[in-house]
């Protein structure tokens, strides 16, 4: 935990997406994580699926994110 992250190209974003449905977080979450090569296509994305809230983030905020959800669950 705590590596760097890194991509090609730099410009990598994350949608963290959730649907509003009743469900696991596996059910409305894990499908909606989306990874695009920059803000402006993963923008184009969310605007043409607008029932599915969420945000854009870069990678390393998203590294960071799933570090602190998923990190207790990673360590051996």
């Not at 974003?13 to 059910?27: H, N, Q, R, S």
């Amino acid at each position: 935990m705590g590596r760097r992250t890194a991509a090609k190209p730099s410009t990598i974003v994350v949608f963290i997406g959730a649907l509003a449905a009743d469900g696991t977080a596996a059910e409305t979450c894990c499908g909606y994580l989306n990874f695009f090569a920059g803000r402006d296509s993963a923008q184009i994305w969310a605007n043409q699926n607008r029932e599915i809230s969420g945000t854009i983030v870069d990678l390393a905020d998203a590294h960071r994110l799933g570090v602190e959800i998923f990190g207790r669950l990673l360590r051996s």
